[in-house]
């Protein structure tokens, strides 16, 4: 399967983006379907969001009551409403779905928050 991304960019502080991410070619369902970033000199990536084939999100703490993650009814696109952005959130931005098979990626998007 292969993931793309779109929707990053550069934002002020306070602002918002929404990120989309859509999979294709894989034949089994994504169970699960998520949202991770790396910051600059950062060597991991941090789990942002993560939703379930059954609808339960989870949510960094850092990202609760100002990110939402959702997706569509075909649960082959899903999205992160990013909101009162800081320069905190300032990262690459990675969408992942997790098959029977394993997790795919996509190939990162870059947001940058300016304050």
């Known amino acids: 399967g292969q993931l793309v991304e779109s929707g990053g960019g550069l934002v002020l502080a306070g602002g918002s983006l929404r990120l989309s991410c859509t999979a294709s070619?894989?034949?089994?369902?994504?169970?699960?379907m998520g949202w991770y970033r790396q910051a600059p000199g950062d060597q991991q990536r941090e789990m942002v969001a993560?939703?379930?084939?059954?609808?339960?999100?989870v949510y960094a703490d850092s990202v609760k009551g100002r990110f939402t993650i959702s997706r569509e009814k075909n649960a082959k696109t899903w999205y992160l409403q990013m909101t009162s952005l800081q320069s905190e959130d300032t990262a690459v931005y990675y969408c992942?779905?997790?098959?029977?098979?394993?997790?795919?990626w996509g190939q990162g998007t870059q947001v940058t928050v300016s304050s």
């Open positions: 992942s779905s997790t098959t029977s098979w394993g997790t795919t």
């Open positions: 993560k939703m379930t084939l059954g609808g339960q999100s």
């Open positions: 070619g894989s034949r089994y369902p994504i169970n699960v």
